[in-house]
Structures are given as C-alpha cells and as structure tokens.
Nanobody, 118 residues
C-alpha cells in the first residue's frame, strides 16, 4: 500500500511558477513510475508528466519546456516544477504511483488545486 500526499498548490498569476510535491509513504518507492495528472472542471483527467524508476521522463505536449518532473528516492518524494503558468493550467493536480513490477498496483493522491489567474 502506498499513500500519496500532494502539496504546493495555490493561486498564481499568469507567467508565475509553482512547485508541487508528492510525498509517498510505504516501502519500495523506487519501484514505482510516478506521475502527475490534472483535471479541469468538465474535462477528463490527463497526464501531465511522468518519471520512471530509472529517471526517464515523459511530458504532455502542452507542458513541454515549461514543467519539469523530478524525484528524490531518498525522500520518497516526486516534484513538479511549473514555470510560465497559463490560465489554462488551472486544474486539480493529482499524484499517481504505478508499480513497474508484478503484481501491478496503482495509487492516487487526493489532489491539490492550482489556479492561474490575475
């Protein structure tokens, strides 16, 4: 079992920055691909970025060059650095843990609100 707790959301002006953190409890954090997803009102949840246990990263086209995902396995934490934020980035951001080995497990955090507005 893995519990995920996100933090770092808030209100920011367009062009500003935020850093989201996701702290994971439980063991074997390093065996999980960690991802950030977001869901805006009336829209489906979508992948923002993911990082594998080996450090390979994957980004949605709409955040490439603006967001950076990273992880610190010693702290059981994954980060999402968000720069040059736009109003369309407004959403609830969720942390996800996807176990890479069998048996496959998948866990979600409770989400953190990011609002980009002047």
């Amino acid at each position: 079992q893995v519990q995920l707790v996100e933090s770092g959301g808030g209100l920011v002006q367009p062009g500003g920055s935020l850093r989201l953190s996701c702290a994971a409890s439980g063991s074997l954090f390093s065996m999980y691909t960690m991802g950030w997803y977001r869901q805006a009102p009336g829209k489906q949840r979508e992948l923002v970025a993911a990082i594998t246990s080996g450090g390979s990263t994957n980004y949605a086209d709409f955040v490439k060059g603006r967001f950076t995902i990273s992880r610190d396995n010693a702290k059981n934490t994954v980060y999402l650095q968000m720069n040059s934020l736009k109003p369309e980035d407004t959403a609830v951001y969720y942390c996800n843990a996807d176990r890479e080995l069998l048996p496959r497990y998948n866990f979600w955090g409770q989400g953190t609100q990011v609002t980009v507005s002047s």
